[in-house]
T-cell receptor, first 116, second 113 residues
């Protein structure tokens, strides 16, 4: 398996523009997560899905952020309109449930977003 | 409020040294504690600990959990430059056991030749 695949790897955009980040989880994993990493706040969970259904979006900062998972092999995180404070590395991760939970995550390489 | 605190935040050592990284936590309904290593890109899984006093070991890395004192340590012996990375500690949030993790700030380890 190629692992969790994210695109784009780098995105530079101007304030007010729409940004769409994409993720392909590992086949067979039924949990998908969007995390954000910044120097100030570290790694934070934004939202996660189970079997394509959003379970917890309490980490989504505000209405400018939205995430979808139309099928088991694809998810998007959209920011509209983007602001400079959204600059961060956005990680997608996936996992599957075992007897000890679904906490062993496999992360993608991340999408580094810079909003000017 | 659930939280994870790591120390030190950064550490510089020379090859061959042994290091100990610390992680303390406060979480309702503790289930497990996880260690990840983050080099230039994505965090990669190292260990998951669920029981006190049982050491998990992988090569030169080992980790142990103390559920009474609410902390874990990660030891790296005979460090190499390839061990330079950010080491992240995480616990599942609250009653969740489904990957909703709270991460510590991380310990940045630099191993000099």
């Amino acid at each position: 398996d190629a692992g969790v695949i994210q695109s784009p790897r780098h995105e530079v955009t101007e304030m007010g523009q729409e940004v769409t980040l994409r993720c392909k989880p590992i086949s067979g994993h039924d949990y998908l997560f969007w995390y954000r990493q910044t120097m100030m706040r570290g790694l934070e969970l934004l939202i996660y899905f189970n079997n394509n259904v959003p379970i917890d979006d309490s980490g989504m900062p505000e209405d400018r952020f939205s995430a979808k998972m139309p099928n088991a092999s694809f998810s998007t995180l959209k920011i509209q309109p983007s602001e400079p404070r959204d600059s961060a590395v956005y990680f997608c991760a996936s996992s599957f449930m075992t007897g000890k939970g679904a906490n062993v995550l496999t992360f993608g390489a991340g999408s580094r977003l810079t909003v000017l | 409020e659930d939280k994870v605190v790591q120390s030190p935040l950064s550490l510089v050592v020379h090859e061959g040294d042994t290091v100990t990284l610390n992680c303390s936590y406060e979480v309702t309904n503790f289930r497990s504690l996880l260690w990840y290593k983050q080099e230039k890109k994505a965090p990669t899984f190292l260990f998951m600990l669920t029981s006190s006093g049982i050491e998990k070991k992988s090569g030169r890395l080992s980790s142990i959990l103390d559920k009474k004192e609410l902390f874990s340590i990660l030891n790296i012996t005979a460090t190499q430059t390839g061990d330079s990375a950010i080491y992240l500690c995480a616990v599942p949030h609250g009653s969740s056991n489904t990957g909703k993790l709270i991460f510590g700030q991380g310990t940045t380890l630099q191993v000099k030749p």
